[in-house]
Protein backbone atom coordinates (compact mmCIF):
# COMPACT_ATOMS: atom_id res chain seq x y z
CA UNK A 1 0.00 0.00 0.00
CA UNK A 2 2.95 2.30 0.77
CA UNK A 3 4.58 1.83 -2.45
CA UNK A 4 0.73 2.90 -4.30
CA UNK A 5 1.13 5.91 -2.26
CA UNK A 6 3.91 7.13 -3.40
CA UNK A 7 3.61 5.51 -7.38
CA UNK A 8 0.15 8.02 -6.66
CA UNK A 9 2.23 10.84 -5.55
CA UNK A 10 4.35 10.56 -8.52
CA UNK A 11 2.49 10.87 -10.92
CA UNK A 12 0.22 13.57 -9.49
CA UNK A 13 3.54 15.70 -8.82
CA UNK A 14 4.70 14.85 -12.69
CA UNK A 15 1.75 16.44 -14.38
CA UNK A 16 1.42 19.91 -11.65
CA UNK A 17 2.52 22.78 -13.63
CA UNK A 18 5.61 23.82 -14.03
CA UNK A 19 6.71 27.04 -12.63
CA UNK A 20 7.60 28.63 -15.65
CA UNK A 21 6.20 32.15 -15.32
CA UNK A 22 3.68 31.73 -18.24
CA UNK A 23 1.13 29.55 -16.33
CA UNK A 24 -1.01 32.06 -16.18
CA UNK A 25 -1.99 33.92 -19.16
CA UNK A 26 -4.63 36.35 -20.49
CA UNK A 27 -4.51 36.72 -23.84
CA UNK A 28 -6.55 38.92 -26.38
CA UNK A 29 -7.12 37.38 -30.04
CA UNK A 30 -7.70 40.43 -32.34
CA UNK A 31 -8.83 39.39 -36.20
CA UNK A 32 -8.67 41.58 -39.04
CA UNK A 33 -12.32 41.67 -40.67
CA UNK A 34 -11.51 44.26 -43.09
CA UNK A 35 -12.36 44.36 -47.18
CA UNK A 36 -9.55 42.30 -48.26
CA UNK A 37 -10.26 39.40 -45.81
CA UNK A 38 -13.56 38.98 -47.97
CA UNK A 39 -13.60 34.92 -48.59
CA UNK A 40 -11.12 33.93 -46.30
CA UNK A 41 -13.38 34.05 -42.99
CA UNK A 42 -13.02 30.51 -42.90
CA UNK A 43 -9.24 30.10 -42.61
CA UNK A 44 -9.43 32.67 -39.80
CA UNK A 45 -12.06 30.70 -37.74
CA UNK A 46 -10.16 27.11 -38.09
CA UNK A 47 -6.97 28.79 -36.84
CA UNK A 48 -8.85 30.84 -33.98
CA UNK A 49 -10.79 27.62 -33.04
CA UNK A 50 -7.92 25.07 -33.19
CA UNK A 51 -5.97 27.48 -30.96
CA UNK A 52 -8.94 27.92 -28.65
CA UNK A 53 -9.75 24.02 -28.22
CA UNK A 54 -6.15 23.20 -27.54
CA UNK A 55 -6.12 25.24 -24.34
CA UNK A 56 -7.51 24.39 -21.22
CA UNK A 57 -9.34 27.84 -19.82
CA UNK A 58 -9.19 28.15 -16.24
CA UNK A 59 -9.94 30.80 -13.76
CA UNK A 60 -5.96 30.16 -12.32
CA UNK A 61 -4.47 29.64 -15.77
CA UNK A 62 -5.63 30.83 -19.17
CA UNK A 63 -8.65 33.07 -20.38
CA UNK A 64 -8.73 34.38 -23.89
CA UNK A 65 -11.22 37.17 -25.50
CA UNK A 66 -11.92 37.81 -28.75
CA UNK A 67 -12.13 40.77 -30.54
CA UNK A 68 -12.84 41.37 -34.89
CA UNK A 69 -11.70 44.81 -36.49
CA UNK A 70 -12.33 47.28 -39.66
CA UNK A 71 -13.19 50.40 -39.49
CA UNK A 72 -14.63 49.64 -35.70
CA UNK A 73 -14.15 46.97 -33.05
CA UNK A 74 -16.03 44.77 -31.35
CA UNK A 75 -15.13 42.45 -28.52
CA UNK A 76 -16.78 39.40 -29.42
CA UNK A 77 -15.94 37.78 -25.64
CA UNK A 78 -14.80 39.44 -23.05
CA UNK A 79 -11.54 38.43 -21.26
CA UNK A 80 -12.66 35.14 -19.24
CA UNK A 81 -12.61 31.26 -18.96
CA UNK A 82 -15.58 29.81 -20.15
CA UNK A 83 -14.36 27.95 -22.81
CA UNK A 84 -18.14 27.16 -24.19
CA UNK A 85 -19.19 30.95 -24.48
CA UNK A 86 -15.68 32.04 -26.44
CA UNK A 87 -15.91 28.66 -29.02
CA UNK A 88 -19.35 30.57 -29.49
CA UNK A 89 -17.88 33.87 -30.44
CA UNK A 90 -15.16 32.19 -32.67
CA UNK A 91 -18.04 30.17 -34.41
CA UNK A 92 -19.65 33.64 -35.69
CA UNK A 93 -16.51 35.05 -37.61
CA UNK A 94 -17.64 32.18 -40.41
CA UNK A 95 -20.77 34.25 -41.20
CA UNK A 96 -19.00 37.87 -40.39
CA UNK A 97 -18.82 40.40 -43.48
CA UNK A 98 -15.69 41.60 -43.78
CA UNK A 99 -15.72 45.09 -45.16
CA UNK A 100 -14.39 48.51 -44.57
CA UNK A 101 -10.57 49.54 -43.54
CA UNK A 102 -7.48 47.90 -41.47
CA UNK A 103 -8.56 50.19 -38.61
CA UNK A 104 -6.44 49.12 -35.86
CA UNK A 105 -5.69 51.99 -33.73
CA UNK A 106 -9.02 51.98 -31.71
CA UNK A 107 -8.63 48.28 -31.51
CA UNK A 108 -5.66 48.49 -29.46
CA UNK A 109 -6.59 51.07 -27.45
CA UNK A 110 -9.73 49.45 -26.30
CA UNK A 111 -7.70 46.09 -25.94
CA UNK A 112 -5.45 47.89 -23.43
CA UNK A 113 -8.25 48.82 -21.57
CA UNK A 114 -9.48 45.28 -21.40
CA UNK A 115 -6.93 44.34 -20.18
CA UNK A 116 -6.71 47.01 -17.74
CA UNK A 117 -10.26 46.37 -16.44
CA UNK A 118 -10.32 42.75 -16.62
CA UNK A 119 -6.72 41.34 -16.68
CA UNK A 120 -5.21 39.85 -13.77
CA UNK A 121 -2.19 41.39 -12.13
CA UNK A 122 -0.15 38.21 -11.49
CA UNK A 123 -0.91 37.21 -14.96
CA UNK A 124 0.92 37.47 -18.62
CA UNK A 125 -0.68 39.46 -20.76
CA UNK A 126 -0.92 38.44 -24.19
CA UNK A 127 -2.27 39.92 -27.41
CA UNK A 128 -2.32 38.28 -30.89
CA UNK A 129 -3.28 39.57 -33.87
CA UNK A 130 -4.16 38.53 -37.31
CA UNK A 131 -4.21 40.89 -40.29
CA UNK A 132 -3.28 41.29 -43.87
CA UNK A 133 -3.42 45.09 -44.25
CA UNK A 134 -1.42 48.00 -43.38
CA UNK A 135 -3.09 49.55 -40.49
CA UNK A 136 -4.55 53.53 -41.17
CA UNK A 137 -3.40 56.01 -38.73
CA UNK A 138 -0.14 54.26 -38.37
CA UNK A 139 1.65 56.55 -36.22
CA UNK A 140 -1.05 56.32 -33.33
CA UNK A 141 -0.84 52.55 -33.94
CA UNK A 142 2.44 52.87 -33.20
CA UNK A 143 2.19 55.02 -30.23
CA UNK A 144 -0.65 52.87 -28.68
CA UNK A 145 1.72 49.89 -28.97
CA UNK A 146 4.78 51.19 -27.34
CA UNK A 147 2.26 52.07 -24.57
CA UNK A 148 1.18 48.29 -24.26
CA UNK A 149 4.49 46.91 -24.18
CA UNK A 150 5.28 49.18 -21.44
CA UNK A 151 2.68 48.27 -19.40
CA UNK A 152 3.81 44.22 -20.27
CA UNK A 153 1.74 43.60 -22.94
CA UNK A 154 3.20 41.24 -25.59
CA UNK A 155 2.41 41.18 -29.02
CA UNK A 156 2.21 38.75 -31.10
CA UNK A 157 2.14 39.96 -34.71
CA UNK A 158 0.41 37.47 -37.89
CA UNK A 159 0.92 38.89 -41.05
CA UNK A 160 -1.34 36.84 -43.34
CA UNK A 161 -1.07 37.08 -47.33
CA UNK A 162 0.32 40.54 -47.44
CA UNK A 163 2.34 42.84 -49.64
CA UNK A 164 6.07 43.14 -48.26
CA UNK A 165 5.36 46.97 -47.69
CA UNK A 166 2.41 46.24 -45.78
CA UNK A 167 4.57 43.85 -42.80
CA UNK A 168 6.95 46.53 -41.84
CA UNK A 169 4.00 48.86 -39.35
CA UNK A 170 2.91 45.10 -37.63
CA UNK A 171 6.57 44.27 -37.77
CA UNK A 172 7.46 46.80 -35.75
CA UNK A 173 4.62 46.68 -33.59
CA UNK A 174 5.14 43.25 -32.28
CA UNK A 175 7.31 42.04 -29.39
CA UNK A 176 10.96 40.80 -29.95
CA UNK A 177 10.51 37.71 -31.65
CA UNK A 178 7.07 37.90 -31.63
CA UNK A 179 6.24 38.41 -35.56
CA UNK A 180 4.92 35.66 -38.18
CA UNK A 181 4.58 36.01 -42.23
CA UNK A 182 2.24 33.17 -43.35
CA UNK A 183 -0.68 32.12 -45.80
CA UNK A 184 -4.59 31.27 -45.01
CA UNK A 185 -3.46 27.82 -45.71
CA UNK A 186 -0.89 27.51 -42.69
CA UNK A 187 -2.17 29.79 -40.71
CA UNK A 188 -3.90 27.09 -38.01
CA UNK A 189 -0.06 25.56 -38.02
CA UNK A 190 1.35 28.49 -37.49
CA UNK A 191 -0.72 29.66 -34.22
CA UNK A 192 0.19 26.26 -32.74
CA UNK A 193 4.26 27.27 -32.72
CA UNK A 194 3.52 30.43 -30.71
CA UNK A 195 5.62 29.96 -27.81
CA UNK A 196 3.74 32.26 -25.52
CA UNK A 197 5.98 31.72 -22.78
CA UNK A 198 8.13 33.99 -23.85
Given at each position: M???I???????????????????????????M?G????????????????AN??????????????????????L???????????Q???????????????????????T??F??????????????????????L?????????????????????????????S????????????????????????????C?
Open positions: KYVVALFFVLYSFKSPDTGCAKLDIMLIADSSVDGYQGYIYDALFDFNLELDENGIRIGLTVFNYTDTIYHLDDNKPKLIAIHTIKSTSADGGTYLYTTLQHTQEIKRGRQDSKWIVIIITDGNPAQFDVVKEAKRMHSLGIMIFGVMVESKEENEALRDISSPNCYISTNYQLLTEELKKLDLL
